[in-house]
């Protein structure tokens, strides 16, 4: 039986995000990288995946592999129109979905995951060329998440998803070294 602890490494295998109290340029730049390349990182790893490997939990009660692709998908979705939106707006409130529920519907639980794969990779292809010509003025650009009940700059929210990224490659190579089996 795994302990609570056991558990908690599993839903955060790499930890969770911490923001650095100053982002410099060098930190953005490398964040940004790391959104450009996940989806070829995601790829390496999936892409030789039968059914039933995609059918693989990385923890107990957790989502399989094709719901963590689905899943990645509709997250750099909505994030990508975030961005959008502080960028043209003043300090919007984003709204909120419901992943969980998101991650049963049913694409999520039918569709090839090569679909969410070339969402991936043509999102991330323009969501890295807008994140690389952001200005200093650009960075600083806000949203409003009402989950959080605070603002987040566009520099803290690219730290964000470069760390979701591989949150859930880790997830995938959790589900991948179990073979789903808890």
């Known amino acids: 039986m795994h302990t609570e602890l056991d558990l908690k490494a599993l839903q955060y295998p790499i930890g969770e995000f911490v923001s650095p109290e100053n982002i410099d340029d060098k930190q953005v730049k490398e964040w940004i990288e790391d959104i450009a390349l996940f989806p070829s990182r995601l790829i390496e790893l999936v892409e030789e995946l039968k059914d039933d490997e995609l059918a693989y939990i990385y923890r107990p009660e957790g989502w399989s592999i094709l719901q963590l692709i689905h899943h990645c998908a509709d997250s750099h979705m909505n994030s990508f129109i975030r961005f959008k939106l502080a960028l ?17 519907c049913p694409d999520t639980l039918e569709m090839p995951i090569e679909t969410s794969l070339q969402i991936l990779t043509g999102l991330h292809a323009r969501w890295s060329h807008l994140l690389n010509r952001l200005t200093e003025e650009g960075l600083k650009r806000t949203f409003v998440h009402p989950e959080h009940g605070k603002q987040f700059s566009l520099a803290e929210a690219i730290g964000m998803y470069a760390w979701h990224c591989y949150h859930h490659l880790a997830h995938v190579s959790l589900a991948l070294k179990f073979k789903g089996e808890f």
Do not use: G, S
Not at 88 to 104: G, Q, V
């Open 88 to 104: 043209t707006e003043d300090t919007p409130t984003i709204r909120p979905y419901l992943e969980d529920k998101w991650a049963k």
